[in-house]
């Protein structure tokens, strides 16, 4: 079970129940954009924690690359996203217990890649409407323990596959 806690809000306790107010929500902060949400298509659903910890890494390593190859040209920008990370949950097991005898693991993982259009002087975060692609490629991940961090993960070079 993934929790986010993001602040705290006050009931008022009935004889069946507890009674919220909206002003109370409204006062909580909006979650990150980063925050990933744990459902039954995400492959690490259900998985351990390490398993869940080594999924968020590989998609935030894959969609900052995938930001890497973002270009503009005379004010209009051609930006990649990720659409899908295909990694099993077995992918996930393989690569959370190997880690524990192996300083290194190496996997190689299918992404679906979304090309769209964006106009620079647009404001705020754009999202895929303009779609010019979409596409799926092997990516090769290098996941290693990290003394800082509990996993690091690495995109090797694509001439690795």
């Not at 919220?20 to 492959?43: H, K």
């Not at 910890?53 to 990649?80: C, P, T």
């Not at 993982?109 to 092997?138: R, T």
Request: aromatic share 10%; proline share 6%.
């Amino acid at each position: 079970m993934v929790r986010l806690f993001i602040g705290r809000i006050w009931g008022k306790p009935g004889p069946r129940s507890v009674t919220y107010q909206d002003s109370e929500f409204a006062r909580l902060p909006n979650p990150t954009e980063v925050t990933l949400r744990i459902g039954r298509c995400n492959p690490a659903f259900g998985r351990s924690d390490l398993e869940q910890h080594i999924f968020q890494k590989a998609f935030g390593v894959v969609d900052r690359m995938l930001h890497s190859w973002n270009q503009e040209e005379d004010g209009v920008v051609d930006a990649y996203t990720l659409k899908q990370l295909k990694i099993s949950g077995q992918q996930l097991a393989r690569a959370a217990s190997a880690l524990q005898a192996l300083p290194r693991v190496h996997e190689i993982v299918e992404i679906s890649i979304i090309k769209y259009w964006y106009d620079s002087s647009w404001s705020g975060p754009q999202y895929p409407d303009l779609v010019l692609a979409e596409f799926s490629v092997n990516v090769p991940l290098q996941f290693r323990r990290s003394l800082e961090q509990i996993i690091a993960i690495e995109v090797l070079p694509f001439a690795s596959c």
